[in-house]
């Protein structure tokens, strides 16, 4: 009848294989009967649309581990990454570092003595912003602990974080912020990286804290 395949003749008629092998041998080669390849079924493309992907859910859940004031994640959250990336690292060797850096203003009081100071909203704007265009968007910026920030660099090694080092303090450093006030921004920063300095993340994290240096 030109609609039913010869799966469902077998199965109706319940040939059994020495029956129906000859018969559609004999009819192929006489050409009654001819075997057609499957044709592929065209799959509609998948867009982003289809996974109802929702922006506002994922910002919403990248806001709840970030600070207002600074705009940037949280100690803890920075902590879970660090241990993320050393997992990547021990599934394909690559290495990763890591920046610690603390930033103060220091004023000089009229009895000549100095005072260093934190960061007030201005200023730590002005912080962040510099950071922002000194890093990759790959690099990641936290809070770290009360009064610092730290940044987890991928792909990065013993000589691509010193090297980024330099230039994050020539950022900082090199003009003065505009709402400084005559005060001076004092810098300490630490570097360390996996797997030159280090063979696990904590011990990572522990050079970083034994390896800072201080810039006036």
């Known amino acids: ?33 001819t075997i057609l390849k499957p044709t592929a079924s065209k799959s509609k ?14 910002d919403s859940f990248a806001r709840s581990h970030i600070y207002s004031d600074s705009g940037v994640i949280s100690y803890v959250a920075f902590l879970y990454f660090i241990e993320q990336e050393f997992y990547r690292y021990e599934c394909f060797r690559s290495s990763f570092s890591l920046v ?15 005072q260093e100071m934190e960061l007030d909203r201005a200023n730590l ?5 510099r950071v922002n265009l ?19 660099l ?3 090694n013993l000589q691509g974080v010193t090297a980024f080092a ?10 003065p912020f505009a709402n400084s006030n005559g005060q001076k921004l ?3 920063v630490g570097i360390a990286s996996l797997p030159e300095n280090c063979s696990d993340w904590v011990s990572l994290v522990a050079h970083m804290h034994n390896n800072q240096r201080r810039f006036e």
Not at 100 to 114: P, S, V, Y
Not at 134 to 152: G, N, P
Not at 166 to 175: K, P
């Open 100 to 114: 610690l850096f603390r930033a103060k203003m220091r004023r000089k009081n009229a009895d000549g003595t100095t």
């Open 186 to 188: 004092v810098l300490t």
């Open 45 to 58: 493309a998948t867009t982003a649309s289809d996974l109802e992907l929702n922006r506002s859910t994922i």
């Open 134 to 152: 000194t890093k990759r968007k790959a690099d990641l910026l936290a809070h770290y602990q009360q009064d610092s920030y730290a940044l987890l």
């Open 1 to 33: 009848d030109n609609k039913t395949s010869l799966s469902e003749l077998i199965e109706r008629y319940k040939y059994n294989r020495s029956t129906w092998l000859p018969l559609v041998y004999n009819m192929v080669s006489s050409g009654i009967l």
């Open 166 to 175: 330099g230039r994050l303090v020539g950022a900082l450093m090199t003009a």
């Open 154 to 156: 991928p792909h990065t």
């Open 125 to 129: 704007q002005e912080l962040m912003g």
